[in-house]
């Protein structure tokens, strides 16, 4: 059986089992990224992480850090070719890492809007809809103009894309001698099938996602007074703070002196 570090826990008899993952060596080639000398491996993270991780991997650079981490999406088993995984070597296309960050990083988003236009806000769920629906079908379609309609087709939309996407995870139903308790697991299969797991039980955990307001990706909240996903986006915003502060006291200095 599973040890506990070793998947997300939603409560000690029902848990998020990790996936047995590969990980490597990871290269970007011509819209490619090509993993070399694979392990296998459990990953772990903390609820959320994962699909909030993911959703800032928008470019080659950052897919491919995420690769290094996490190994490949396993979506698509077509896309691997024969002559180079007899060599060692996995490929996935980039397009498809744009394609699922997209996806995921505009249904957060969506989950993240609800609340407020549930709470009589409705702007920012109305103006994220025509993102919503192209990353997800590639169709232009208008929001309704009827609020308590947009939210509930947000919700719907939000929820069909994730089932649709998580599929049919397996399941163990077993007894955990460690525990002295029978024990029920999901036990995904793939990455691409453990990040909208993880995004489901994001979701229905009531664990508080934020904006970046930094990059705008969302960020699962570890402090309160949290306001940027990362260390690079905080020294970021101080950056662009302290020189909007000097050019300001510049401008003030100029002035001055046009006054005498
Ligand atoms: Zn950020």
């Given amino acids: 059986m599973w040890s506990l570090h070793k998947g997300v826990l939603v409560e000690r008899r029902l848990r998020i089992a990790s996936p047995v993952l590969t990980r490597g060596k990871i290269v970007v080639n011509e819209g490619f990224l090509e993993l070399t000398e694979p392990e296998q491996f459990t990953p772990v993270w903390n609820m959320g992480q994962l699909a909030s991780d993911f959703a800032k991997a928008w470019d080659d650079e950052a897919a ?13 088993p077509d896309c691997a070719s024969a002559s180079l995984s007899e060599l060692g070597v996995t490929v996935e296309p980039l397009m498809y890492w744009k394609r699922n960050v997209g996806i995921v990083d505009a249904l957060l988003h969506t989950w993240l809007y609800i609340r407020p236009a549930r709470d009589g806000h ?18 232009e379609v208008a929001a309704p103009d009827d609020t308590g309609n947009l939210i509930t087709r947000a ?5 069909a894309a994730i089932a649709q996407r998580v599929g049919v995870v397996p399941t163990t139903f077993d007894f955990d001698v460690g525990l002295e308790s029978f024990v029920f697991e999901w036990q995904p299969t793939t990455l691409l099938q453990t990040i909208y797991l993880d995004m ?21 909240v570890h402090d309160k007074r949290q306001r940027f996903c990362n260390d690079v986006c905080a020294n970021r915003a101080r950056y662009q703070r302290r020189a909007q502060r000097e ?5 003030a200095i100029d002035g001055e002196g046009e006054a005498v």
């Fill in 247 to 251: 050019r300001e006291t510049a401008a």
């Fill in 155 to 159: 919700e719907s939309t939000l929820s």
């Fill in 64 to 76: 491919a850090g995420f690769a290094k981490k996490y190994g490949l999406l396993g979506l698509n």
């Fill in 200 to 220: 489901a039980l994001l979701i229905t955990s009531g664990v508080e996602l934020r904006t970046c307001q930094q990059c705008g990706r969302p960020f699962v």
């Fill in 122 to 139: 409705p702007a920012r769920l109305r103006e994220l809809w025509p993102l919503l629906y192209s990353e997800l079908s590639g169709d």
